[in-house]
């Protein structure tokens, strides 16, 4: 049997975010999200004390703690994201904490234009939310300063046989809440473009955290042909 996924609207994404956006923490208990994924996952980044970093779809801040910690009060986190109802809780946070360093825009991630290159960019459990996920990963990794470092962190089906069991009710629970497309295999894309890559799974393959580097003598886009992206899909 084949299975397919149908892409919606930026709008309806948006839409069903403001929805849900007070249900997030419910859905991580659900969902068995390890507790040490999102910590691991910006400890990847390998951030320094000053450096700026960007979350791509960064919700309702759930992996800002980390993000903040790692590039301290001299540093500076950026987060984009399409729903105001995540984005609203995110500010509180940021209110609450007394980040005066984090800096939050409400805007699909493609037309976001950072306002300096980034040391680190992180895609915490958004990136096949995207159905453009390959142009916004390309403009993101244009935006990345040579030797810096992109993490995406995400579900994936387990390996083996356990994929097509879990693969029917993924795609129904998907449908109705998250809209992650369990098709595709973002590992995949990082690796084609990166210079280093690395993956770490947990919970039997049920999560991942993929971190792929920029060379050090990158130029920028012009590096990144659309080819080598297209192949990854
Ligand atoms: C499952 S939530 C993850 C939130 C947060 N990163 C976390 O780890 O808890 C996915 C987020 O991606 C955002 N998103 C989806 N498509 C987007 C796009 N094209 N541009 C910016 N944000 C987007 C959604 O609004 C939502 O807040």
Same mark, same amino acid.
């Given at each position: 049997?084949?299975? /397919?996924?149908?892409?919606?609207?930026?709008?309806?994404?948006?839409? #069903?975010?403001?929805?849900?956006?007070?249900?997030?923490?419910?859905?991580?208990?659900?969902?068995?999200?390890?507790?040490?994924?999102?910590?691991?996952?910006?400890?990847?980044? &390998?951030?320094?004390?000053?450096?700026?970093?960007?979350?791509?779809?960064?919700?309702?801040? &759930?992996?800002?703690?980390?993000?903040? !910690?790692?590039?301290?009060?001299?540093?500076?986190?950026?987060?984009?994201?399409?729903?105001?109802?995540?984005?609203? #809780?995110?500010?509180?946070?940021? #209110?609450?904490? /007394?980040?005066?360093?984090?800096?939050?825009?409400?805007?699909? !991630?493609?037309?976001?234009?950072?306002?300096?290159?980034?040391?680190?960019?992180?895609?915490?459990?958004?990136?096949?939310?995207?159905?453009?996920?390959?142009?916004?990963? #390309?403009? !993101?990794?244009?935006?990345?300063?040579?030797?810096? &470092?992109?993490?995406?962190?995400?579900?994936?089906?387990?390996?083996?046989?356990?994929?097509?069991?879990?693969?029917?009710?993924?795609?129904?629970?998907?449908?109705?809440?998250?809209?992650?497309?369990?098709?595709?295999?973002?590992?995949?894309?990082? !690796?084609?473009?990166?210079?280093?890559?690395?993956?770490?799974?947990?919970?039997?393959?049920?999560?991942?955290?993929?971190?792929?580097?920029?060379?050090?003598?990158?130029?920028?886009?012009?590096?990144?042909?659309?080819?080598?992206?297209?192949?990854?899909?």
């Amino acid at each position: 049997m084949t299975y /397919q996924w149908v892409d919606c609207e930026p709008a309806f994404i948006a839409q #069903r975010y403001d929805r849900i956006a007070g249900l997030i923490g419910l859905f991580d208990r659900l969902l068995f999200l390890p507790p040490q994924l999102r910590r691991r996952a910006a400890a990847g980044l &390998r951030l320094n004390p000053g450096d700026r970093v960007l979350e791509i779809g960064c919700g309702t801040g &759930r992996n800002l703690p980390f993000l903040r !910690a790692a590039v301290g009060a001299t540093g500076k986190v950026y987060g984009v994201d399409l729903s105001s109802g995540m984005l609203r #809780r995110a500010r509180a946070l940021c #209110r609450r904490e /007394q980040w005066e360093n984090v800096e939050l825009t409400q805007c699909d !991630a493609l037309e976001y234009i950072p306002c300096e290159p980034l040391d680190g960019i992180m895609f915490g459990l958004c990136y096949n939310t995207m159905p453009h996920h390959l142009d916004v990963l #390309r403009h !993101a990794w244009k935006h990345l300063r040579p030797g810096g &470092r992109i993490v995406i962190m995400d579900g994936k089906l387990p390996r083996g046989r356990g994929a097509n069991l879990a693969l029917p009710f993924g795609l129904w629970l998907m449908k109705h809440t998250l809209l992650g497309n369990p098709l595709i295999k973002p590992w995949n894309d990082l !690796a084609a473009i990166a210079d280093e890559f690395e993956m770490e799974e947990f919970l039997f393959g049920s999560w991942y955290a993929c971190w792929g580097t920029k060379s050090a003598a990158a130029q920028g886009y012009d590096l990144l042909p659309a080819e080598q992206l297209l192949a990854a899909e």
